[in-house]
């Protein structure tokens, strides 16, 4: 049994569910604390693991938690996402970099052995090239949610460089999930596309038809967030984060997709302000350093994540 202790802040969130899950199944229920602002999610329930109440920015509380456990990783997932970082762009940096800040700060203090924290898609902005965008290119995010990712990433290499805290990062795609809900991105219609379709047979999109994004099926994101947290360090050898990538399609595509399972499914169109986000964001992304350097694949494709969603759902 490895004897790692980690702590999840943001547990309760699309992502921190299912992470929490595969943790404590990689090792044990009680090596892997989940905590968040609000009531533990109904999934995490089922797990019988340690849950805490907890504000990633209130670091005195964070840091009292992390001695009272004897804490050793921590990821963090706490923030606002795009959409609603928008409506709340000063509240958005200071979740997002504050609590950011503050654990790197007590990750060298206490000597924590390694830190998690996701970046996004959203660091690029209408400057980069759209398709097959590269790990290192021209950098320009235009929402608030954007900057703040950036910003953490540069910190993340600079406490790694400065005084050797083994923090790793991810630049997720539009995530896709049935476990939990989205928190308020700009890819979250691609997620909601599934729960209309069996509910009403009839979706209308926030984003045009042909409005193509990076997109990733849960799963694979929760299996690479592990293999990347256990690589050996050696493999790690880009400090901001990793360009990571499985799939890219428009809305008319994914309701293409669900028609094949449910014919008389229709989809119509009314874009609004988040559909300037997703233009400012790559429509497909080149992941090619993940795959050379700790051996990144992915394993579903449009039509395999929507077989696994239906048929989820359904249930
Ligand atoms: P989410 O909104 O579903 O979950 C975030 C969780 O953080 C929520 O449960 C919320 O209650 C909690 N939270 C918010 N403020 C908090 C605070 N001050 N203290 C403690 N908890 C707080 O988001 P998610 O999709 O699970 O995203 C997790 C991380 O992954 C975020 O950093 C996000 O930027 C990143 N990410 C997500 C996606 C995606 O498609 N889901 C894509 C790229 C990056
Ligand atoms: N899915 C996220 C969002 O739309 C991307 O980081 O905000």
Not at 50 to 68: G, Q
Not at 272 to 292: E, G, K, L, M, V
């Amino acid at each position: 049994m490895k004897q790692e202790k980690i702590l999840i802040i943001g547990a309760c969130g699309q992502i921190g569910v299912e992470l929490t899950l595969a943790l404590r199944q990689q090792y044990s229920n009680s090596q892997v604390i989940a905590s968040d602002l609000r009531e533990q999610a109904h999934p995490l329930l089922e797990g019988s693991g340690p849950y805490y109440t907890l504000d990633a920015t209130d670091i005195k509380a964070v840091s009292e938690l992390v001695r009272k456990e004897a804490i050793t990783q921590i990821y963090l997932l706490a923030a606002l996402l795009s959409a609603t970082g928008e409506k709340m762009p000063m509240k958005a940096w200071d979740i997002n970099m504050n609590s950011l800040l503050q654990i790197l700060e007590l990750g060298v203090e206490v000597k924590l052995n390694k830190i998690y924290w996701p970046s996004s898609i959203a660091v690029f902005g209408t400057t980069t090239p759209k398709n097959h965008t590269a790990q290192k290119t021209i950098v320009e995010p235009t929402t608030v949610y954007g900057i703040s990712k950036y910003a953490g990433e540069l910190w993340a290499q600079y406490y790694h460089r400065r005084w050797g805290l083994d923090v790793r990062s991810l630049r997720y795609p539009g995530l896709i999930s049935w476990k939990s809900a989205p928190g308020g991105g700009t890819t979250d219609y691609a997620v909601e596309i599934y729960h209309e379709a069996l509910k009403n047979k009839q979706y209308t999109s926030f984003l045009s038809e042909d409005t193509y994004l990076p997109m990733m099926y849960m799963d694979d994101a929760i299996r690479g967030t592990i293999e990347l947290m256990e690589a050996p360090e050696e493999q790690i050898k880009s400090r901001m984060a990793y360009n990571l990538s499985a799939m890219s399609f428009s809305p008319k595509e994914i309701a293409a997709s669900i028609q094949q399972h449910i014919p008389e499914f229709s989809i119509d169109y009314a874009p609004d302000f988040r559909q300037a986000i997703a233009d400012s964001w790559p429509s497909s992304i080149d992941d090619t350093d993940a795959r050379n350097d700790w051996h990144w694949k992915h394993q579903f494709d449009l039509d395999k994540m929507t077989q696994e969603m239906l048929k989820n759902l359904r249930k």
